[in-house]
T-cell receptor, first 110, second 113 residues
Framework: RKEVEQDPGPFNVPEGATVAFNCTYS??????FFWYRQDCRKEPKLLMS???SGNEDGRFTAQLNRASQYISLLIRDSKLSDSATYLC???????????FGGGTRLMVKP | NAGVTQTPKFRILKIGQSMTLQCTQD?????MYWYRQDPGMGLKLIYY???????DKGEVPNGYNVSRSTTEDFPLRLELAAPSQTSVYFC????????????FGPGTRLTVL
């Protein structure tokens, strides 16, 4: 089983739709969780951290479910500019290096 | 600040050739990293460094070498290029070891034929 797993997609949604992605992780002792965004042929950039209590940044909401070992990303009112690959990132233990999921591709259509 | 810069942007190598991928950061970050990303896959850590003179292996170090003689520079060396090393290589840096402080360079696309 991979340490961090994501549905590769693509998720094809119309503008204005709400879309959600999940990411599962195998190490129950994982400490930190993040979502990165990667545009086509570009470098990854941090989108948001994922906190135990859940957190929101504008149209984006991230949630953590430790019992089921997954994190989620919800995007409301999708924009064309949201089209990208969303990478789930986990730090398995305190101070250890990042482990990346394979990414979920989102395509927002007019 | 230029952030993290990488050269070259693209390179084609023949099997058995060697090359060095350059990475420089101007943010005075202690931590630097090299990742590779194969098509449709996540990033895998090759090597990392927690400061000048200190390097350590990541998940996929075989076939690569690194050095860190200054805070700013973290070159990645491929000694005997193989087709399995065809990938996009990203360098990143951070102040500490946490993900939310990592800044990535634009990447180097390497093809080994």
């Amino acid at each position: 089983r991979k340490e961090v797993e994501q549905d590769p997609g693509p998720f094809n949604v119309p503008e204005g739709a709400t879309v959600a992605f999940n990411c599962t992780y195998s190490n129950s002792a994982s400490q930190s969780f993040f979502w990165y965004r990667q545009d086509c042929r570009k470098e990854p950039k941090l989108l948001m951290s994922v906190y135990s209590s859940g957190n929101e940044d504008g149209r984006f909401t991230a949630q953590l479910n430790r019992a089921s070992q997954y994190i989620s990303l919800l995007i409301r009112d999708s924009k064309l500019s949201d089209s990208a690959t969303y990478l789930c990132v986990v730090i398995p233990n305190a101070g250890n290096m990042l482990t990346f999921g394979g990414g979920t591709r989102l395509m927002v259509k007019p | 600040n230029a952030g993290v810069t990488q050269t070259p942007k693209f390179r084609i190598l023949k099997i058995g050739q060697s090359m060095t991928l350059q990475c420089t950061q101007d943010m005075n970050h202690n931590y630097m990293y090299w990742y590779r990303q194969d098509p449709g896959m996540g990033l895998k850590l090759i090597y990392y460094s927690v400061g000048a003179g200190i390097t350590d292996k990541g998940e996929v170090p075989n076939g690569y070498n690194v050095s860190r003689s200054t805070t700013e520079d973290f070159p990645l060396r491929l000694e005997l290029a193989a087709p399995s090393q065809t990938s996009v290589y990203f360098c990143a840096s951070s102040w500490g070891a946490r993900a939310d402080t990592q800044y990535f360079g634009p990447g180097t696309r390497l093809t080994v034929l």
